[in-house]
T-cell receptor
């Protein structure tokens, strides 16, 4: 079983839609959760970072962590064509900050 | 502000040839440095990380090696490339302390094609 599972998509939505991206994980020691956005042929860019459970909001983006279900989500409100990219979740445990576990990424296409 | 550079941006190499990819970070001291490989449609695979000059930890046994000759320089090498070494190579850095201690920041990547 992979440490982190993420639906690869592609996910295609119309402009203005609410997008929900999700990851599940198996290691209960994960405490730090990140979402990265990666445009084609570019390096990943850190979007959101959360510690432990709860919600965090930044503009149109909301990150949600449910540790009891080992499930994390990224919501994008009022999606724009510029949001079209691959979204990667990542997580790490408190005992090793040097090892990040990444999902395989979900490709999102927002149609104008 | 901090910036991370990688070069070359793209590289096409024959099987059996050597490899040297370079990564440098500006605007910070004593960063933790990482090399990842991303195969098409797959997640990031951690190859090496370094917490200081000359200190290298290997995550996956393979024909690649890494070195850190200076505080903000990280090099990925191979003596003989294999077809399976093709991929997108990403360097990342993490601050040694501070508010972003648990965050990794990525460079622009090097796309390597081995023919």
């Amino acid at each position: 079983q992979k440490e982190v599972e993420q639906d690869p998509g592609p996910l295609s939505v119309p402009e203005g839609a609410i997008v929900s991206l999700n990851c599940t994980y198996s290691n209960s020691a994960f405490q730090y959760f990140m979402w990265y956005r990666q445009y084609s042929r570019k390096g990943p860019e850190l979007l959101m970072y959360t510690y432990s459970s709860g919600n965090k909001e930044d503009g149109r983006f909301t990150a949600q962590v449910d540790k009891s279900s080992k499930y994390i989500s990224l919501f994008i409100r009022d999606s724009q064509p510029s949001d079209s990219a691959t979204y990667l979740c990542a997580m790490s445990a408190i005992y090793n900050f040097n090892k990040f576990y990444f999902g395989s990424g979900t490709k999102l296409n927002v149609k104008p | 502000s901090q910036t991370i550079h990688q070069w070359p941006a793209t590289l096409v190499q024959p099987v059996g040839s050597p490899l040297s990819l370079e990564c440098t970070v500006e605007g910070t001291s004593n960063p933790n440095l990482y090399w990842y490989r991303q195969a098409a449609g797959r997640g990031l695979q951690l190859l090496f990380y370094s917490v200081g000059i000359g200190q290298i930890s290997s995550e996956v046994p393979q024909n690649l090696s890494a070195s850190r000759p200076q505080d903000r320089q990280f090099i990925l090498s191979s003596k003989k490339l294999l077809l399976s070494d093709s991929g997108f190579y990403l360097c990342a850095w993490r601050p040694p302390e501070g508010a972003s201690y648990n965050e990794q920041f990525f460079g622009p990547g090097t796309r390597l094609t081995v023919l």
